[in-house]
């Protein structure tokens, strides 16, 4: 049992100051300007709701919230039964596992930025990799620049080469925490590799997928830089995710109510559908 | 057993082609990359890299980019440590809500809270500075930090705090001698990951900075923008930002995989 001690407060001050700083004094900034309209100058009218009323009805708001959604689900989609596959085959012991989780986790540390430019300069038509090998050895027209469906599926596969690692290093670390014990109770009652992954494995992984879930969704969500520096949002719009159309519209257009609007909307999504998804995955834990 | 060993490796050769790309590209002259597809550099040059090494601009960028970073880290983990111990060792009013609080601000997309940002380091007059950035980084490095060693500290027997009383330890030295070796390893994954996402986090390293503390990131998307896509000098830039990445995991190696498994849900 822990002890209840009131002075644990203390401890806690410098984490509840610093964080506070960084996070209350912007989100009064962005709650203040969400409800004034500006001209420049300095000059704010009270808006009351109406910035919220108009985004809500706004159809540029709604195809960029849908195509951040799609993005998300594909993401997921994909990443995660994969990383599983991934962690599932890794060896479990020797020479090769360090190998393995160095050269894996190599992709999540290269600035985000760098890993657009990375990716563009991989797919240009004529002189990147994927691009020449698409364009001359395949046969397959591939041009993100000017095909929509190129742009998705380049992305998609750039985000699977970023953040799959993640989910692999997870499941990872609950694979190797099981005791050898239950591996050979499973053997000896002749159970299949199906009825062991399904009743040991996937049991023993849950903590670290629920975090692995989580964290891609939140990440995936929020995604900017990367598909920012591949696409700029084109071909079009049809790249046009929501954070992307975020900073259009704050930056680019300095529109700071409807920014301001957007942004609380957005981050409103972000935790309710966190607290959704966290709340089904714990929801058996109880029981 | 071998059959299976297949899937990793496909991985890793699909993990590494970009990478190999981008290093490939660096070591070519601006002549041959703009001639054709080549897959190997026909001839090598260093000239890329020359540039960025003998350019105060490149490589102030990288050292801008560490000075802050580790700031960030040391600044994390030194508020981080106590606050863990609280929630691993005490009950206190609010400590719950407090706790769920904190992971809440690493959903905050930081598109969000740019504007905001850069309104409030220059209102208190650290716009530009190597500390704007490392503390504006505290937003999600802190969080983390906190949630990835209270799962360590965990791990820790109660005993160890309570023999060590008995010994007449005060709570100062109790914590730096016996209980920070005690969990050493959770100290590397937390300096590990707030490292990690203050390195490669870019949108708000870019809106708080101007010329002195300017991240090497966004030197490159100045110089990408403005010499007109010059690709072997990005590509060199690029390449050696993952060289300190490269260093620091092969540190922790042992200990990432843990690093999140022992974090509380």
């Known amino acids: ?19 506070a700083f960084n996070a209350l004094i912007p989100m009064m900034t962005v709650v203040n300007y969400s409800v004034q309209e500006t001209f420049g ?90 691009g020449y090998l698409m364009n001359h050895t395949f046969g397959i027209p591939y041009d993100m620049t000017q095909n929509p469906f190129a742009a998705w599926a380049t992305i998609i596969v750039m985000d699977v080469w970023h953040w799959t690692s993640l989910v692999v290093l997870l499941s990872y670390a609950g694979l190797v925490s099981i005791p050898d014990a239950y ?39 929020n995604i900017y830089t990367e598909v920012f520096v591949l696409t700029g949002g084109g071909p079009g719009n049809s790249t046009t995710l929501l954070s992307i159309d975020l900073v259009k519209i704050a930056l680019g257009q300095f529109d700071l109510g409807p920014a301001a609007a957007m942004s609380l909307i957005y981050f409103a999504i972000t935790l309710f559908v966190s607290w959704l998804f966290y709340t089904l995955m714990t929801k058996n834990d109880t029981n | 057993m071998r059959k299976r060993s297949i899937i990793p490796l496909i991985y890793i050769l699909f993990l590494m082609l970009p990478i190999y790309w ?24 260093f000239d890329n890299y020359r540039v960025i090494f003998t350019d105060p601009t490149w490589y102030w960028g990288y050292i801008n980019s560490i000075i802050y970073v580790s700031l960030n880290t040391v600044i994390s983990l030194t508020v981080a440590l106590p606050a863990a111990y609280a929630f691993s060792r005490y009950r206190f009013l609010g400590d719950k809500q407090l706790f769920f609080w904190l992971l809440t601000n ?37 969080p983390l930090a906190v949630w990835i060693l209270e799962g360590f500290m965990g791990g820790v027997p109660k005993e160890l705090d309570e023999t060590a009383y008995v010994d007449g330890y005060s709570f100062p030295r109790f914590f730096t001698t016996i209980f920070l070796p005690s969990i050493k390893a959770g100290v590397g994954v937390a300096a590990f990951f707030c490292f990690m996402f203050s390195w490669v986090e870019l949108l708000l390293a870019k809106t708080l900075t101007a010329v002195y503390a300017k991240p090497i990131a966004a030197t490159m998307t100045k110089t990408a923008s403005s010499a007109g896509y010059e690709l072997g000098l990005l590509a060199a830039a690029g390449t050696l930002t993952i060289i300190p990445g490269a260093i620091v995991i092969y540190f922790v190696r042992n200990h990432i995989a843990k690093g999140f498994a022992l974090g509380r849900v």
């Open chain 1, 1 to 19: 049992m822990k002890k209840p001690h009131q002075k644990a407060w203390l401890f806690v001050l410098p984490v509840l100051l610093l964080v």
């Open chain 1, 41 to 130: 100058n300095n000059l704010f009218f009270w808006e009351g709701l109406g910035w919220f009323e108009k985004l809500l009805h706004s159809e540029r708001f709604h195809a960029a919230l849908g195509r951040q959604f799609l993005f998300t689900a594909i993401i997921l989609a994909i990443e995660v039964p994969l990383g599983i596959i991934i962690a599932l085959a890794m060896p479990r012991s020797g020479f090769w596992v360090p190998v393995c989780l160095v050269t894996m986790a190599l992709p999540m540390l290269i600035p985000w930025n760098v890993v657009g430019a990375m990716w563009n300069i991989f797919t240009l038509p004529e002189i990147g990799l994927l």
């Open chain 1, 183 to 221: 591996y050979q109770a499973a053997k000896i009652d002749g159970a299949s590799n199906w009825a062991v992954f399904r009743y040991i494995q996937l049991p023993k992984m849950k903590q670290v997928l629920t975090i692995a879930i989580l964290l891609r969704f939140m990440d995936s969500f």
């Open chain 2, 106 to 142: 690493r959903m905050a997309p930081a598109a969000v809270f740019a504007l905001p940002f850069f309104q409030l380091y220059s209102a208190v007059g650290l716009f530009d500075t190597h500390l704007a950035v490392a503390l504006a980084h505290c937003l999600f490095n802190i």
């Open chain 2, 22 to 45: 981008l290093v490939a590209m660096s070591f070519k002259t601006t002549g041959e990359i703009l001639s054709g597809f080549s897959l190997f550099p026909q001839t090598w040059t």
